[in-house]
């Protein structure tokens, strides 16, 4: 009796394994950074934004991986993200910090998924085109929730009664990084490449924890790319991922952000250049900005001698710079006013800034008349006598 006792004692203690603790916690880093993987890569890249193409097997194998670990349904984790770049931001985004709180995004962001998930008006008009198999209908969405129950034995029959504390891991694990960073800081804090429309920011330029996606401004700019580094220093490791399964012949990379071309010889610019412009234009903004930027360093002195600004109100105002004039409120607006009777080429920065968007807005213009507000743009910048916008300009004529 006692050795049957001792037994079931070293099952509960040890499992079948009889695994160490740092054999534990590696073994719950490396099937969490799996569900990661499946997440970024089939969820997010393959399923919603069909960035790129999976053979079966990584596709089936996701799939079921992510069915043990998260009891997510394909079809409503792609609806109710694909909802959330439609509607970004706005009262109808399911998890957006700028409308719902950051506090509230960060602590219920997977309750956020899940009441939207439960709304079928989103499931019918985003959720096309995700798989509707047999094994899809009958197993994954059918029993959803029997997948992780299923994974909780696995661990228990593993480790003991330790497994438990791993299996508690593998279920908060996307709800803390996904609907928890990604949602919620990805849209608050951090550094933005570009400036797209939407509050979106890269939480940091390496992306292996949460398997690139730290790199979320840059999606949000690109959402169809399969690629979400674009800067040298910035690393994807689900991009790492997906080449490596395009060598083995299990993908097919579809899109990734276009990467501008140059023709520094060229001193006009013509309409391939117009298109380059425009099919480039987060690239050329980002450009731009570095170029206020440089404007505001040569301006500093300048405007420090003077006795009624501020530090405060110069920080202020130097953020307000590299904002979307449109976006700026009236205070706002005011405060530019006052800084730009100081300063004549920071108001020159700030007014072509306006007039360049607009050429990709202007969908009334005809081509003709585009290539003649982008020459006459040239020219002006050219002529201003400001450095960083007269170097910049070289650059912008150039795009081929």
Request: glycine share 6%; hydrophobic share 40%.
């Amino acid at each position: 009796m006692n050795t049957v006792f001792d037994a079931v004692l070293d099952f509960l203690a040890n499992g079948l394994t009889g695994a160490s603790v740092w054999q534990v916690v590696v073994y719950s880093l490396i099937v969490t950074h799996i569900t990661i993987a499946g997440v970024t890569i089939y969820l997010h890249r393959h399923q919603a934004h069909r960035a790129l193409d999976l053979h079966a097997i990584p596709s089936h194998f996701f799939r079921f991986w992510l069915w043990l670990t998260t009891g997510m349904v394909t079809k409503e984790w792609a609806a109710v993200h694909r909802k959330h770049h439609a509607k970004c931001e706005t009262v109808d985004d399911p998890h957006s910090p700028v409308t719902r709180g950051i506090k509230n995004v960060l602590l219920t962001g997977s309750e956020m998924y899940r009441t939207e998930s439960k709304n079928m008006e989103t499931i019918d008009k985003y959720g096309h085109g995700t798989p509707d198999d047999w094994i899809e209908r009958n197993l994954y969405t059918r029993f959803s929730w029997q997948g992780v129950g299923l994974m909780l034995v696995i661990n228990l029959m593993l480790f003991g009664v330790l497994g438990l504390t791993v299996w508690a891991v593998q279920m908060i694990w996307i709800p803390i990084t996904a609907a928890g960073i990604i949602n919620g800081i990805g849209h608050y804090w951090g550094y933005r490449n570009y400036d797209c429309t939407d509050a979106s920011r890269n939480i940091f330029p390496i992306g292996i924890l949460i398997g690139g996606e730290e790199l979320h401004n840059n999606h949000h700019t690109f959402g169809t790319s399969a690629k979400l580094s674009s800067k040298w220093y910035e690393f994807d490791i689900g991009w790492m991922y997906i080449r490596m399964m395009e060598m083995a012949g299990l993908a097919k990379v579809k899109k990734i952000a276009p990467a501008p071309k140059f023709d520094r010889q060229k001193m006009v610019a013509d309409f391939e250049t117009l298109q380059s412009v425009i099919s480039n234009r987060y690239d050329v903004m980002a450009k731009y900005a570095k170029s206020v930027k440089t404007t505001w360093h040569d301006e500093l002195d300048h405007l420090r001698g003077k006795a009624e600004l501020k530090s405060g109100f110069l920080k202020s105002a130097k953020r307000l710079m590299h904002r979307e004039p449109a976006k700026l409120e009236v205070p706002q607006q005011q405060q530019l006013r006052e800084l730009f009777s100081h300063s004549k080429p920071l108001q020159t920065m700030h007014e072509m800034r306006s007039e360049l968007s607009a050429i990709w807005e202007r969908s009334h213009s005809s081509r003709d008349q585009l290539l003649q507000q982008l020459q006459d743009w040239c020219v002006r910048a050219e002529a201003s006598g400001i450095k960083a916008l007269q170097d910049f300009s070289f650059r912008l004529r150039s795009y081929a």
